[in-house]
């Protein structure tokens, strides 16, 4: 009875998470496409230009211009997740509890305890 409580608990955990990798594989591309037409609009206005990071960043001369552009590309969408991330962290109920804090409802149930097994 116990590994079955056991393997019912892990597909509990576990249910939702094929709509949760289609939601963030959604998210990745909009911030990959929001990336690329930022990172375009900055080239094109002049606010970077390749010279810049073959000049302060000694970034060597032979390296093609994609190369650079798909770095940026990546820096970009690293920077809006991880301010994503941040933000998750404090503005959010689950991100601002911290772990050990008491509380009347456990997320991982005592698999012994029996008083409320009514089946």
């Given at each position: 009875m116990?590994?079955d409580d056991q ?7 576990r249910?939702g998470?094929?709509v949760r990798?289609?939601?963030a594989?959604i998210?990745f591309?909009?911030c990959i496409?929001?990336?690329?037409f ?7 206005n ?16 032979d ?6 552009f ?7 969408v690293f920077?809006m997740?991880?301010i ?8 959010s ?6 772990p050990g804090?008491p509380?009347l409802y456990s997320?991982d149930?005592?698999?012994d305890?029996?008083?409320y097994?009514y089946?």
């Amino acid at each position: 009875m116990r590994l079955d409580d056991q393997r019912d608990r892990k597909l509990e955990k576990r249910r939702g998470l094929a709509v949760r990798t289609i939601i963030a594989t959604i998210w990745f591309g909009l911030c990959i496409l929001f990336a690329y037409f930022l990172a375009t609009m900055l080239f094109d206005n002049g606010t970077l230009n390749i010279r810049w990071f073959h000049s302060v960043l000694f970034v060597p001369w032979d390296w093609d211009d994609w190369i650079i552009f798909t770095s940026v590309v990546a820096f970009i969408v690293f920077v809006m997740n991880f301010i994503l991330l941040i933000g998750y962290g404090l503005f959010s109920f689950i991100g601002r509890r911290r772990p050990g804090t008491p509380s009347l409802y456990s997320e991982d149930p005592d698999l012994d305890d029996h008083r409320y097994d009514y089946r």
